[in-house]
């Protein structure tokens, strides 16, 4: 995609802020001539930035701001060592809040909605960040945050809500539960919107269908604000997101080179606007494409978009010497009837060879007819991936479901 003139003045502005701010992009970018950067090819050229680097620069190091202008801190989840905090100043939070009342209303959200928030409140910024942008819209949040499904379910009924917020495995628990109580007709969701993780059409479907609502995929991390920075309008035709807040760029992660429009690669992301802790070009590791805009969306807008995520490119596995990707098992299993979308893939070593050994919910419950899937399954992958795995059917609800994100590659080889 060309970057704007007025988008590479916007990023030269936050170079020379970070730069004067001291600390790690300063460090970073040192050797960089911030009046050197003259076209999209010099910028190219910077250093990209990841969650490594920030967390080295904990506590406080990413602050751009003196520490009197930081109103509030969010931190990422590290699954080792430090944390990795982002600063944020009171414009950010307010930046914030337009940036996901904007998503509310792509999706046909209104003041008159009945928000059901079930995503996380404290340092991370999932529940927060929806409940900003309800209250900015002048909808009305109900903000339970996590767990206790039969609360969820109370609230949901005497509240009234009509929006649902949670991620793809949590909505498909609830709308399990709904089922299982027989209270459908006691609750008025009319739209579910997901934090984007990989959830393939299957599982899309089963919510979609089971809580009877339409569906919208919310994008966004900690380090860029929060969720709310991308979201998909009612044609489905990938994710808008804000060009006046954002620079997307997408990079294959193993090389580090742009890639052009429509190609599959890792999405790098610069912000413009950001006062606490500005990124440049920052790795964010999630799997998608630029959609080419030489086809406008139905829909008008002209924001640029993204394809949904299609996986982290860290959970890219190689197996046998071919590189697997779980979204390619979920588009095959997609296709196929009586698999249901959960799925979890188990890699092993034995006797010398790796070992995949793919478990599949299914409802069946006749032993022929489960061999018969089995086969279908195998032949289908074979096929398809070129790789052989060994299915085994299980039944629904046998693999955990969990309230956060759901991990569907388990490698045990080393
Ligand atoms: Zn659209």
Not at 314 to 323: F, R
Request: glycine letters at 8%; aromatic letters at 8%.
């Amino acid at each position: 995609m060309k970057m704007k003139k007025e988008v590479l003045d916007q990023i030269k502005v936050q170079i020379g802020r970070v730069k004067k701010a001291g600390g790690f992009y300063a460090e970073r970018l040192k050797d960089i001539d911030v009046d050197s950067i003259e076209t999209q090819a010099d910028f190219e050229k910077l250093p990209f930035s990841e969650k490594d680097d920030l967390r080295e620069a904990y506590p406080l190091g990413l602050a751009a701001v003196p520490q009197e202008d930081i109103v509030r801190i969010h931190s990422s989840s590290g699954t080792t060592g430090l944390p990795c905090i982002i600063p944020y100043t009171k414009k950010d939070v307010e930046d914030w809040a337009e940036l996901f009342k904007r998503c509310y209303e792509i999706a046909g959200i209104t003041k008159d909605d009945v928000i059901h928030i079930t995503p996380g409140y404290g340092l991370w910024t999932a529940g927060i960040g929806f409940q900003l942008g309800a209250e900015k819209l002048g909808a009305m949040a109900v903000p339970m945050g996590p767990g206790n499904t039969d609360k969820q379910i109370k609230f949901m009924e005497d509240m009234g809500s009509t929006v649902l917020c949670a991620t793809s495995s949590y909505a498909l628990l609830l709308a399990e539960e709904i089922e299982k109580r027989g209270v459908k007709d006691k609750i008025h969701l009319k739209k579910g919107v997901i934090g984007s993780e990989r959830w393939g059409p299957k599982m899309r479907a089963r919510i979609a269908n089971e809580l009877g609502v339409e569906l919208y995929d919310i994008y966004g991390l900690t380090e860029v604000y929060g969720p709310g920075i991308a979201i998909n309008c009612e044609y489905e035709t990938g994710m808008h997101y804000f060009d006046d807040y954002l620079y997307f760029e997408i990079i294959d992660p193993k090389t580090g080179e742009n890639l052009p429009d429509g190609e599959l690669g890792e999405l790098v992301i610069t912000t413009l606007q950001k006062e606490g802790a500005p990124l440049i070009r920052y790795r964010t590791h999630d799997l998608t494409r630029i959609i080419p805009d030489d086809v406008p969306c139905p829909c008008g807008r002209t924001l640029p978009r993204i394809d949904v995520i299609l996986g982290r490119t860290d959970d890219m596995v190689k197996v046998k010497g071919v590189n697997i990707f779980p979204g390619q098992v979920e588009d095959v299993l997609k296709d196929i009837e009586h698999a249901s979308s959960e799925y979890q893939i188990f890699i092993d070593h034995e006797n010398g060879r790796d070992k995949i050994t793919l478990f599949v919910e299914t409802p069946l419950k006749d032993e022929q007819e489960i061999k018969a899937l089995e086969k279908e399954i195998k032949d289908k992958i074979k096929s398809v991936i070129n790789v052989g795995m060994i299915p085994k059917a299980v039944e629904i609800g046998d693999l955990p479901r969990s309230e956060k994100k759901s991990t569907r590659v388990f490698d045990y080889r080393y």
